[in-house]
C-alpha cells in the first residue's frame, strides 16, 4: 500500500472510532462502508482490527480538540469556569484581583454581553456592579427580566489595567471562554452591549452606530448590538435609542413564544 494511502485510511478509521467513542458504542456498524476506489480490499489486519474487538482502554488516539458545538459535547458553565481554573493564559493575571466569569440563569434565552470588567467588578469577582451595572439591572428590569432570569457576560474574564481596551492577544485566549459560555447556556438573543463586544460578537470592526437598531446573525444565534450603558451614562440622550433596540428584542422574544417572568414597562 502507498504510504500516503495508509495515512489517509488511518486517519479516517481515527475519526470513526473517535465517533463511537463520543456515542458510547464500541459496535461497528452492519453492512457495506463507501470507500474510495483507489483504496485496496486487502487491509493489513492491524489496520483494520473491528471496533467491537478493541476495548477503549486499548484504543490510543491522538488529542484533537474540537469545540463544543462541532463535537456535538457541550460543556456546563461549571465544567467551563474549572477550565479557565486560575488563569494565567494572558498578561491580565498579573494586574487583575478577580477572574469576573459572568452570572444569572444559565439556561437564560437572553443573554448580556458587554466588554471587559471594571474597576468595581474587578475587586467583586461579578460583572455590571459598578454604576454602568446599575443602570443595565434597571434597563433588564423594564424588559420585565432580571439579573438572575437573564445571563450577563464580558468578552475578557479579567480587567484590563487603567479599564483600556483588550488586546488582540488578551481576546484570543478569552473569547473561547466565551464561545463555550453560548454554547452551553444556548440564548435565542444577544444584547451585545458597545462597539468593542458588538466586534467581537460579530467578528468585524464597524462603528456602533451602524450596527444597533437591528438583528444580526451569529451561529443561528440573533445579537442586538446596542450602546453600552457607561456609554449612556455620559451621554443619557442616547437612552431612548437603546430603549429603542431592547424594544426590538423584546418583540422577537415574544415572537419566540418567550415570556418574561416580569412585567415589561411598554
Not at 453560548?182 to 450596527?211: F, K
Not at 435609542?241 to 426590538?248: C, E, G, H, M, T
Amino acid at each position: 500500500m502507498d504510504p500516503a494511502e495508509l495515512v489517509d485510511l488511518t486517519r479516517a478509521l481515527r475519526a470513526q472510532l473517535q465517533r463511537h467513542v463520543a456515542a458510547g458504542s464500541w459496535a461497528a456498524p452492519g453492512g457495506a462502508t463507501a470507500r474510495p476506489a483507489h483504496v485496496p480490499v486487502e487491509i493489513e489486519p492491524e489496520v483494520m482490527r473491528p471496533a467491537a474487538a478493541m476495548h477503549p482502554a486499548a484504543i490510543a488516539l491522538e488529542p484533537e480538540p474540537a469545540p463544543a458545538a462541532e463535537s456535538g459535547l457541550r460543556r456546563s458553565l461549571p465544567q467551563i469556569r474549572a477550565d479557565l481554573g486560575e488563569c494565567t493564559r494572558c498578561k491580565l493575571h498579573t494586574t487583575r484581583r478577580s477572574i469576573v466569569f459572568g452570572v444569572g440563569d444559565p439556561l437564560a434565552p437572553l443573554m448580556f454581553v458587554g466588554e471587559a470588567p471594571g474597576e468595581q467588578e474587578d475587586k467583586r469577582g461579578e460583572p455590571f456592579v459598578g454604576p454602568a451595572g446599575e443602570l443595565l439591572d434597571k434597563m433588564i428590569e423594564a424588559m420585565g427580566w432580571s439579573r438572575s432570569t437573564v445571563y450577563i457576560a464580558n468578552t475578557t474574564k479579567c480587567r484590563p489595567p487603567g479599564n483600556r481596551n483588550p488586546e488582540p492577544d488578551e481576546l484570543a485566549k478569552c473569547m473561547p471562554f466565551l464561545n463555550a459560555q453560548i454554547d452551553a447556556i444556548g440564548p435565542r438573543i444577544i444584547v451585545a452591549m458597545g462597539r468593542p463586544a458588538s466586534n467581537q460578537l460579530l467578528e468585524r470592526d464597524a462603528p456602533i452606530s451602524s450596527l444597533r437598531g437591528r438583528f444580526h446573525d451569529r451561529r443561528g444565534i440573533k445579537v442586538m448590538p446596542t450602546f453600552h450603558p457607561a456609554y449612556l451614562l455620559r451621554e443619557p440622550d442616547r437612552k431612548r435609542d437603546a430603549w429603542s433596540d431592547l424594544k426590538l428584542v423584546m418583540a422577537e422574544l415574544a415572537r419566540l413564544g418567550i415570556t418574561p417572568p416580569g412585567t415589561p414597562r411598554g
